[in-house]
T-cell receptor, first 116, second 112 residues
Framework: GAVVSQHPSRVICKSGTSVKIECRSLDFQATTMFWYRQFPKKSLMLMATSNEGSKATYEQGVEKDKFLINHASLTLSTLTVTSAHPEDSSFYIC????????????FGEGSRLTVL | GQQLNQSPQSMFIQEGEDVSMNCTSSSIFNTWLWYKQDPGEGPVLLIALYKAGELTSNGRLTAQFGITRKDSFLNISASIPSDVGIYFCAGFGGTSYGKLTFGQGTILTVHP
């Protein structure tokens, strides 16, 4: 299947700092990528849809000024958690649709953010 | 928004046993996907289903797209310890406008 890669896999930061997470589609181009947040032993919660060359579409209740999304190329989307606080600690996962006609969603490895 | 009801929430089984889990929805889906997630990792696609009634296998895994397009099941035969993880159903369709809707997940524990 298609390969989606995230970086970093783990990050620890101090409260008040900003953290950037990258999501790359390695063997296909993705005009649309999705960012999810997941709490322990819970399902994935869609945060936003990242659109190449245009603004991201945020789900209800997700602060767009806090979670900045940039999709500058067909293979890279970034999520920046601004002024991070301990409650932002979570597992963040990106996904993208594979290049074939089937449209399956492939996920990155996830990024564990811990805000101290 | 759309919801998928996945059950059971958790299962504790002995190695060698068969496992069955399912998802139901109040609305129609066009595509059903089953994922497995290991701790600290992103979900990995196991099986994708595109047509009502479709039955698809991937090794010891078998999944079916329900005739009504409102449900799907996943079976795992002869479970082994590495089957441990969280299994999610997910679907495209209806009013989701291209977004993937996830079930709540089934936590599978396999005792050797």
């Amino acid at each position: 299947g298609a390969v989606v890669s995230q970086h970093p896999s783990r990050v620890i930061c101090k409260s008040g700092t900003s953290v950037k997470i990258e999501c790359r589609s390695l063997d296909f181009q993705a005009t649309t990528m999705f960012w999810y947040r997941q709490f322990p032993k819970k399902s994935l919660m869609l945060m936003a849809t990242s659109n190449e060359g245009s603004k991201a579409t945020y789900e209800q209740g997700v602060e767009k000024d806090k979670f900045l999304i940039n999709h500058a190329s067909l293979t890279l989307s970034t999520l920046t958690v601004t002024s991070a606080h301990p409650e932002d600690s979570s597992f963040y996962i990106c996904s993208a649709r594979g290049g074939g006609p089937s449209g399956e969603l492939f996920f990155g490895e996830g990024s564990r953010l811990t805000v101290l | 928004g759309q919801q998928l009801n996945q059950s059971p929430q958790s299962m504790f089984i002995q190695e060698g046993e068969d496992v069955s889990m399912n998802c139901t929805s109040s609305s129609i889906f066009n595509t059903w996907l089953w994922y497995k997630q290991d701790p600290g990792e992103g979900p990995v696609l196991l099986i994708a289903l595109y047509k009502a009634g479709e039955l698809t296998s991937n090794g010891r895994l078998t999944a079916q797209f329900g005739i009504t397009r409102k449900d799907s099941f996943l079976n795992i035969s002869a479970s082994i310890p590495s089957d441990v993880g969280i299994y999610f159903c997910a679907g495209f369709g209806g009013t989701s406008y291209g977004k993937l809707t996830f079930g709540q997940g089934t936590i599978l524990t396999v005792h050797p």
